[in-house]
């Protein structure tokens, strides 16, 4: 070492020396690793009890991989003649996935959901861990713990307790770019009438205990949880209802509906959260003001100084409780003219929210009245990772990739891979509860 700092002072040599030394320090920590396992699994073997109708039949060999390299166990082996399936109970047991050890499995799990890519996951791990996986290891790794993550998302709430003011629950959808064979016979946006995304529902709950000198809500810190699903709206708004219920719902003192004024979305905030303050997104709000601009202007420059006072305008009619306001002025200017029908329509969504746009109100409650924290995280949760250039999913693959985002972002990690592993061992009881 002292011969190496004499004659080789350059950042080139000093920094090719920690990866030798890692590689060093790995091979003694794989034997280690190795000895504990085997050990671990012979401790097991000798004590378990096999399934009705299999017989041991022998010893079998499995390649195992961890974070330091690569070794081999000798595990018991069953087999079923009648079914013509066989299983080694060490493997469920230990919490072995594919020949990954429980915490490679978990690094893979999390580094495949949180790169940009597979293929990014796969030189992240290698560089920084010195842990060699494929991006096809990786995606399979994903795509077989992925239906776990998917059910823990889903899974019936314990109702939690919550000593929050508020209690806030968003929502919004977003396209995820899709295979052909998914969107088949689909409605979309483009040109040709087809579908090229399906899409993707994002929830989040977070809570609020104060307000700042100004009388500002201000959101309670690491409070986010989030939920996915690709499924319906119908689906989604009860597995949503179910993570309100566990950060809370029953026991707070008022529940705040973020959303924007789309009829699902409003039908399932009646439907799931009944007893909540429902308020249409602030921001949605002026999009469609905007909207209603063009329709009575025709297309202009959005950062053009009339269009801007036009909306500035408004946005003071609707924080100041005065949306009739602009949904009189509107039709007044478009009386009488052509305009008048596409004007109409887009006020539409004026009319079909008013209860819900009460923004002066709103606000002297201490109330948020924008959906930023859902809109942040379909593009972090969702945008970040499943709209790169040119991905195209299919359903599963996504439903998979984002629930593991969503677990991530949760903070829950811990609980999760507690629960996942608990089922492995659970696959060795030869004889199930009755539910």
Same mark, same amino acid.
């Given at each position: 070492?002292?011969?190496?700092?004499?004659?080789?002072?350059?950042?080139?040599?000093?920094?090719?020396?920690?990866?030798?030394?890692?590689?060093?320090?790995?091979?003694?920590?794989?034997?280690?690793?190795?000895?504990?396992?085997?050990?671990?699994?012979?401790?097991?073997?000798?004590?378990?009890?096999?399934?009705?109708?299999?017989?041991?039949?022998?010893?079998?060999?499995?390649?195992?991989?961890?974070?330091?390299?690569?070794?081999?166990?000798?595990?018991?082996?069953?087999?079923?003649?009648?079914?013509?399936?066989?299983?080694?109970?060490?493997?469920?047991?230990? =919490?072995?996935?594919?020949? %990954?050890?429980?915490?490679?499995? #978990?690094?893979?799990? @999390?580094? !495949?959901? &949180? +790169?940009?890519?597979?293929?990014?996951?796969?030189?992240?791990?290698?560089?920084? =861990?010195?842990?060699?996986? %494929?991006?096809?290891?990786?995606? #399979?790794?994903?795509? @077989?713990? !992925?239906? &776990? +993550?998917?059910?823990?998302?889903?899974?019936?709430?314990?109702?939690?307790?919550?000593?929050?003011?508020?209690?806030?629950?968003?929502?919004?959808?977003?396209?995820?770019?899709?295979?052909?064979?998914?969107?088949?016979?689909?409605?979309?946006?483009?040109?040709?009438?087809?579908?090229?995304?399906?899409?993707?529902?994002?929830?989040?709950?977070?809570?609020?205990?104060?307000?700042?000198?100004?009388?500002?809500?201000?959101?309670?810190?690491?409070?986010?949880?989030?939920?996915?699903?690709?499924?319906?709206?119908?689906?989604?708004?009860?597995?949503?209802?179910?993570?309100?219920?566990?950060?809370?719902?029953?026991?707070?003192?008022?529940?705040?509906?973020?959303?924007?004024?789309?009829?699902?979305?409003?039908?399932?905030?009646?439907?799931?959260?009944?007893?909540?303050?429902?308020?249409?997104?602030?921001?949605?709000?002026?999009?469609?003001?905007?909207?209603?601009?063009?329709?009575?202007?025709?297309?202009?420059?959005?950062?053009?100084?009339?269009?801007?006072?036009?909306?500035?305008?408004?946005?003071?009619?609707?924080?100041?409780?005065?949306?009739?306001?602009?949904?009189?002025?509107?039709?007044?200017?478009?009386?009488?003219?052509?305009?008048?029908?596409?004007?109409?329509?887009?006020?539409?969504?004026?009319?079909?929210?008013?209860?819900?746009?009460?923004?002066?109100?709103?606000?002297?409650?201490?109330?948020?009245?924008?959906?930023?924290?859902?809109?942040?995280?379909?593009?972090?949760?969702?945008?970040?990772?499943?709209?790169?250039?040119?991905?195209?999913?299919?359903?599963?693959?996504?439903?998979?990739?984002?629930?593991?985002?969503?677990?991530?972002?949760?903070?829950?990690?811990?609980?999760?891979?507690?629960?996942?592993?608990?089922?492995?061992?659970?696959?060795?009881?030869?004889?199930?509860?009755?539910?």
């Amino acid at each position: 070492m002292a011969r190496f700092a004499a004659s080789a002072p350059s950042g080139e040599l000093l920094q090719k020396l920690e990866p030798l030394v890692r590689t060093a320090v790995f091979k003694p920590a794989n034997a280690v690793v190795g000895l504990l396992l085997q050990q671990a699994v012979d401790t097991f073997d000798a004590s378990y009890q096999p399934k009705p109708g299999y017989q041991y039949k022998a010893r079998a060999v499995l390649q195992v991989q961890c974070l330091f390299g690569f070794h081999e166990i000798d595990r018991d082996y069953y087999y079923n003649p009648k079914r013509r399936e066989g299983y080694c109970p060490a493997d469920s047991a230990l =919490g072995l996935e594919n020949g %990954s050890t429980p915490w490679l499995t #978990r690094v893979t799990c @999390r580094e !495949g959901a &949180s +790169a940009r890519c597979f293929r990014e996951a796969s030189n992240n791990l290698a560089e920084t =861990g010195g842990v060699k996986v %494929s991006a096809r290891q990786i995606q #399979r790794m994903v795509q @077989r713990i !992925g239906s &776990s +993550a998917q059910a823990w998302q889903k899974r019936e709430a314990v109702p939690g307790q919550s000593e929050a003011a508020v209690l806030y629950v968003s929502a919004d959808g977003t396209g995820v770019p899709a295979l052909p064979s998914e969107t088949k016979d689909r409605h979309g946006k483009a040109e040709d009438g087809k579908a090229t995304t399906r899409q993707a529902y994002l929830g989040c709950v977070f809570t609020q205990h104060e307000r700042d000198e100004k009388g500002r809500p201000v959101r309670d810190p690491n409070s986010t949880t989030y939920v996915s699903s690709m499924e319906s709206i119908h689906e989604f708004g009860p597995q949503l209802r179910q993570e309100a219920l566990r950060r809370g719902l029953a026991t707070v003192p008022q529940t705040v509906l973020l959303i924007d004024g789309a009829w699902g979305l409003e039908k399932m905030g009646l439907s799931c959260f009944a007893k909540s303050i429902q308020i249409v997104d602030f921001f949605h709000a002026m999009e469609h003001a905007g909207e209603v601009l063009v329709a009575l202007h025709g297309p202009q420059p959005t950062d053009s100084p009339e269009h801007k006072k036009r909306l500035r305008s408004w946005a003071k009619e609707l924080l100041k409780d005065r949306v009739e306001n602009l949904v009189a002025s509107a039709r007044a200017r478009a009386a009488g003219t052509a305009a008048a029908p596409a004007v109409e329509k887009a006020l539409g969504y004026f009319q079909n929210n008013i209860d819900r746009m009460q923004y002066k109100t709103f606000r002297d409650q201490g109330f948020f009245i924008g959906s930023g924290v859902v809109e942040a995280g379909c593009k972090s949760v969702i945008g970040g990772r499943c709209k790169q250039s040119g991905m195209r999913w299919t359903v599963r693959g996504a439903e998979n990739i984002l629930a593991f985002r969503c677990i991530q972002s949760s903070r829950r990690l811990d609980e999760f891979w507690k629960h996942h592993l608990n089922l492995r061992a659970a696959e060795n009881d030869p004889l199930h509860l009755a539910a």
